[in-house]
Nanobody, 113 residues
Framework: VQLVESGGGLVQPGGSLRLSCAAS????????MNWYRQAPGKVREVIAG??????????NYADSVKGRFTISRDNAKNTVYLQMNSLNPEDTAVYYC?????WGQGTQVTVSS
C-alpha cells in the first residue's frame, strides 16, 4: 500500500509543472485524494482535493492556488495529478499526496530564476 509522487523539479517563475501520484495496494477509486505541501519552516498545508469516484469528482483548492492549480484523477491508472501553472517562488515546497491516511514520500518543487 503506497503513494508515490513524481514530477517535481526546478522551474522559473511563471512556469508550469505537473505532479503525479501513483497509488497501489488499495481501491483507488473509493477514496478522495489530496495534495499537500510544506515549505521550509512552515506547517504542511492542504492545497487541493478531489472526491472519490461516484461523488462527482468535485474539487476544492486553497485560496493560495485557486485558479492556478488543477487536480485531476485517472482511475484507470490509479493516479492523481496536480497541474501547476503560473508558479511563483512562494510555491517552493515539498509536495505530498495523501489518501486513506497514507502519505507519499514527497516531491520537491523549486521555483526560482
Amino acid at each position: 500500500v503506497q503513494l508515490v509522487e513524481s514530477g517535481g523539479g526546478l522551474v522559473q517563475p511563471g512556469g508550469s509543472l505537473r505532479l503525479s501520484c501513483a497509488a497501489s495496494g488499495f481501491d483507488f477509486s473509493s477514496y478522495g485524494m489530496n495534495w499537500y505541501r510544506q515549505a521550509p519552516g512552515k506547517v504542511r498545508e492542504v492545497i487541493a482535493g478531489i472526491t472519490k469516484v461516484g461523488a462527482g469528482d468535485r474539487t476544492n483548492y486553497a485560496d493560495s492556488v485557486k485558479g492556478r492549480f488543477t487536480i485531476s484523477r485517472d482511475n484507470a491508472k490509479n493516479t492523481v495529478y496536480l497541474q501547476m501553472n503560473s508558479l511563483n517562488p512562494e510555491d517552493t515546497a515539498v509536495y505530498y499526496c495523501f489518501a486513506r491516511l497514507l502519505w507519499g514520500q514527497g516531491t520537491q518543487v523549486t521555483v526560482s530564476s
